[in-house]
């Protein structure tokens, strides 16, 4: 069964701070991608990585980072320096290649940024 | 800006009625999904198509239905509304069928009073 977790409801930090916002998922397939997608206040969802179930290498851009981990089935995501944009719901996502490229959403997780 | 448009971006309509969003992909993109966001449901995969076929279905009603046109656009009907399909709904496209990333437009909101 696909199934994407993401336990923490809300978060919140002060500016500067680093944060991790935690992602779980469940999979039978072996060729899957995870992605994770950012919803500001806008509402528009933005389109931040995707990873495939063959590359476990962690991924640096700018402030995001990203740990994926086979092992333990996560997906973590990492904003170093938080700033008061970083403000927004961060989704993760599953596509599993024998459902096609539908996405799995998790609940999402709600990250506040206070200056 | 993703480059996928969707209107109208809200919608107000009655209880019974019918309505029709309309979505169009970025260029060059082959695929195009529909999802609705509610706050008891998530962000929920409704339906894909591809090239105007049909390539996926996901929890999606039947009072529902979608086509994809020649020029790959995109309609997502909505009929026999009900209180609780208030949402928003998000079209989203990507270049071919299969483990692409997805670019979503901006949604429409639609309430059903």
């Known amino acids: 069964a696909q199934k994407v977790t993401q336990a923490q409801t809300e978060i919140s930090v002060v500016e500067k701070e680093d944060v991790t916002l935690d992602c779980v998922y469940e999979t039978r397939d072996t060729t899957y991608y995870l992605f994770w997608y950012k919803q500001p206040p806008s509402g528009e969802l933005v389109f931040l990585i995707r990873r495939n179930s063959f590359d476990e290498q962690n991924e640096i851009s700018g402030r995001y980072s990203w740990n994926f981990q086979k092992s333990t089935s996560s997906f973590n995501f990492t904003i170093t320096a938080s700033q008061v944009v970083d403000s927004a719901v961060y989704f993760c996502?599953?596509?599993?290649?024998?459902?096609?490229?539908?996405?799995?959403f998790g609940a999402g997780t709600i990250l506040r940024v206070k200056s | 800006d993703s480059g996928v448009t969707q209107t109208p971006k809200h919608l107000i309509t009655a209880t019974g009625q019918r309505v029709t969003l309309r979505c169009s992909p970025r260029s060059g993109d082959l695929s195009v999904y529909w999802y609705q966001q509610s706050l008891d449901q998530g962000l929920q995969f409704l339906i894909q198509y591809y090239n105007g076929e049909e390539r996926a279905k996901g929890n999606i009603l039947e009072r529902f239905s979608a086509q994809q046109f020649p020029d790959l656009h995109s309609e997502l009907n909505l009929s026999s509304l009900e209180l609780g399909d208030s949402a928003l709904y998000f079209c989203?496209?990507?270049?071919?069928?299969?483990?692409?990333?997805?670019?979503f437009g901006p949604g429409t909101r639609l309430t059903v009073l």
């Open positions: 996502a599953l596509s599993e290649r024998r459902y096609g490229n539908k996405l799995v």
């Open positions: 989203a496209s990507s270049p071919s069928g299969t483990f692409n990333e997805q670019f």
